[in-house]
T-cell receptor, first 116, second 115 residues
Framework: NAGVTQTPKFQVLKTGQSMTLQCAQD?????MYWYRQDPGMGLRLIYY???????DKGEVPNGYNVSRLNKREFSLRLESAAPSQTSVYFC???????????????FGPGTRLTVL | AQSVTQLGSHVSVSEGALVLLRCNYS??????LFWYVQYPNQGLQLLLK??????LVKGINGFEAEFKKSETSFHLTKPSAHMSDAAEYFC?????????????FGTGTLLAVQP
């Protein structure tokens, strides 16, 4: 099992450019998440998907869109990149526990994005 | 609303010394609590979690944490630090129920281990 994979690993964009970050998981998980990590701020949830076909906003959704393409894949799109979106982006997935709440989230290796 | 506070953004210990990383949470419902570790240039990896039952939770690599409801704390400890423990540690809380358990992370504690 590869777990959670993310592409690309690194990306440099100019202000105003667009790009899509890709995420896939092979653990048959229902839930998937996108976080951004900034120094001194921990991880903040951008968007999440409870199941295939559903997406919801997290704490910091502005400037991003997502697509849950199928059960395996969850992509994050920056339509018009801004320097404030320079960050490390992590994708994660989890399976709901039988008691409704014992999820462990499994994380990908991250994408390091710089917007100039 | 739930929140997590990690006291000390940087902690330095000597190899062989006790590791203590502090985490306090705020939650209006009984929480699920997690500690994750992040090694340089890698994603996060689960160390341990508390859901229900025994309040002392043992995790990987010799770490453990104790859930103290009266103190709203979930501090992470390891009796003897190893050089390989140098990493960033994140405490997180989630609520039960709902379609997805969203995690609220603390701001992290960077652990340095001195030889």
């Amino acid at each position: 099992n590869a777990g959670v994979t993310q592409t690309p690993k690194f990306q440099v964009l100019k202000t105003g450019q667009s790009m899509t970050l890709q995420c896939a998981q092979d653990m048959n998980h229902n839930s998937m998440y996108w976080y951004r990590q900034d120094p001194g701020m921990g991880l903040r949830l951008i968007y999440y998907s409870a199941s295939e076909g559903t997406t919801d906003k997290g704490e910091v959704p502005n400037g991003y869109n997502v697509s849950r393409l199928n059960k395996r894949e969850f992509s994050l799109r920056l339509e018009s990149a801004a320097p404030s979106q320079t960050s490390v982006y992590f994708c994660a997935s989890s399976e709901r526990g039988l008691d409704g709440g014992t999820d462990t989230q499994y994380f990908g290796p991250g994408t390091r994005l710089t917007v100039l | 609303a739930q929140s997590v506070t990690q006291l000390g953004s940087h902690v330095s210990v000597s190899e062989g010394a006790l590791v203590l990383l502090r985490c306090n949470y705020s939650s209006s419902v009984p929480p699920y609590l997690f500690w994750y570790v992040q090694y340089p240039n890698q994603g996060l990896q689960l160390l341990l979690k508390y859901t229900t039952g025994a309040t002392l939770v043992k995790g990987i690599n010799g770490f453990e944490a104790e859930f103290k409801k009266s103190e709203t704390s979930f501090h992470l400890t390891k009796p003897s630090a190893h050089m390989s423990d140098a990493a960033e540690y994140f405490c997180a809380v989630s609520d039960k129920g709902g379609a997805t358990n969203k995690l609220i992370f603390g701001t992290g504690t960077l652990l340095a281990v001195q030889p």
